[in-house]
């Protein structure tokens, strides 16, 4: 059953363990309401006296998963895991991430704006500082054409590499 499901009104008990992992905070403290008001998510209620919480959100990159269940003792012991791995569309309708051009914005485009800056786990997951207006600053027009054709395989990558960072680059 999906978190988004309105097959049903009464809350869904489950005895599997899940863990969110998200990088982005705010994704994830709604995600984590979203869960907790369909399943209940509080303990397992069993026989070993096991009190595992069922239900844990971390605040960090998918890319530390394994990292993250080596230091809870989980290694070797998940049966199923459920992805979700792209951007949302309130991610990039919220004109202060800079997702979008649609509105004005800052251009920032970062996952991870945490502004504590700590990780959970790693400092590949810890907030980063440059945005991407701060990279399109400190980047030559044939290192942006590059990341274009790596990351997106754009055909225009050339003219839209010196568009926005040819020899009337605007600084700072």
């Known amino acids: 059953v999906s978190s988004g499901s309105k097959e049903t009104d ?5 005895t599997s363990r899940l863990i969110a992992l998200d990088q982005d905070a705010i994704e994830l403290r709604k995600t ?5 008001s369909k399943f209940i998510l509080d303990q397992h209620d069993n026989d070993n006296n096991d ?10 990159n998918f890319g530390n998963l394994g990292h993250y269940l080596e ?10 895991l459920l992805a979700d791995l792209g951007l949302s569309s309130m991610q990039i309708d919220d004109n202060e991430r800079g997702f979008t051009y649609k509105r004005e914005g800052p251009l ?23 945005t991407a207006y701060d990279l399109l600053c400190r980047l030559k027009p044939k290192q942006f054409e ?24 605007k600084k700072g």
Do not use: C, W
């Open 10 to 14: 009464s809350p869904i008990r489950t």
């Open 32 to 36: 984590d309401e979203r869960l907790r």
């Open 51 to 60: 009190n595992t919480p069922i239900f844990t959100a971390v605040h960090e």
């Open 71 to 80: 230091t809870i003792g989980e290694t070797g012991q998940v049966t199923s």
């Open 108 to 130: 920032d485009m970062r996952m991870n704006t945490n502004t504590n800056g700590t990780s959970t786990l790693s400092e590949s997951a810890a907030v980063s500082s440059e």
């Open 146 to 169: 590059s990341m274009l054709q790596e990351n997106s395989d754009e055909i225009y990558a050339t003219e839209i590499a010196q568009g926005l960072l040819g020899k009337n680059k």
